[in-house]
């Protein structure tokens, strides 16, 4: 499969301003902050997630990581945080999406595909009506303690690709990216953007060597 688009990269499990700007520095077009969640890394304190948000430019996206399922509650917690994008990391119901446009204009939507088989295309279809952009990724919602997202692994690619040519949105990829299998995601998906964490970690912290080397593996693919 020939990839036709640059794709945008957002680094998540951003802990700092530093690693924010770190990210930036090489190329990032956004940048994920980790709120509370039932698992998984990078989960930060809001005061410090405001924080970060406050130091980003424009046009960088501040991509709010959340696992509550309720408007009420997502409203105030972006209200509190100031990020301009939030990351629905668990399946909400449609009056969810409706309430929050109604009352975060502004704010833009990206809801998160856990992809685990052919019947994630359909779910992700569906939510695309609502929002304004995609996130597939190697959750598991159905376990007792809720993956929803950070797990590391890499999930069928095939499918992943037919989303993307079944939606009108944009789709981001996730799950197991690194900047040795970056090429291979591009051609076998060729997504909207890029979504990596544990990929670009050593000891828990931004490693600016693998940071480096994952956009150039991206600026030395080759393009359609």
Same mark, same amino acid.
């Given at each position: ?7 945008? @990269? ?13 990210? +930036?520095?090489? #190329? &990032?077009?956004? +940048? #994920? ?6 698992? #998984? ?6 005061? /410090? +997630? ?19 399922? %309720? ?14 994008? /939030?990351? $629905? ?10 309430? $929050? ?13 856990? @992809? ?10 569906? &939510? ?5 952009? $995609? $996130?597939? %990724? ?43 299998? @970056?090429?291979? &995601? ?20 931004? %490693? ?17």
């Amino acid at each position: 499969m020939q990839s036709t688009q640059k794709p945008r @990269v957002k680094v998540c499990c951003i802990a700092s301003v530093a690693e924010a700007k770190l990210a +930036i520095r090489h #190329g &990032a077009a956004a +940048i #994920g902050l980790v709120s509370k969640m039932p698992s #998984g890394p990078g989960v930060i304190d809001e005061k /410090l +997630i405001a924080e970060i948000a406050a130091e980003i430019p424009p046009p960088i996206a501040t991509f709010l990581l959340t696992s509550r399922q %309720d408007a009420p509650s997502i409203v105030a917690q972006q209200k509190r945080c100031g990020v301009n994008t /939030l990351q $629905l990391c668990d399946a909400v119901p449609v009056d969810c999406y409706k309430e $929050l446009r109604a009352n975060l204009p502004g704010i833009s939507l990206v809801q998160v595909i856990h @992809v685990t088989g052919p019947e994630s295309i359909q779910g992700a279809v569906s &939510a695309s009506e609502h929002v304004d952009a $995609l $996130l597939l %990724d190697s959750g598991n919602q159905k376990l007792a303690v809720k993956e929803l997202g950070g797990t590391g692994r890499r999930h069928d690619w095939r499918i992943s690709r037919a989303i993307c040519e079944a939606v009108n949105v944009p789709v981001f990829l996730a799950g197991g990216l690194n900047p040795d299998n @970056v090429q291979e &995601a591009i051609r076998e998906v060729n997504p909207f953007g890029l979504d990596i964490c544990s990929g670009l970690r050593t000891d828990g912290h931004l %490693d600016e060597s693998k940071l480096k080397k994952f956009f150039e593996a991206i600026e030395n693919h080759q393009f359609a």
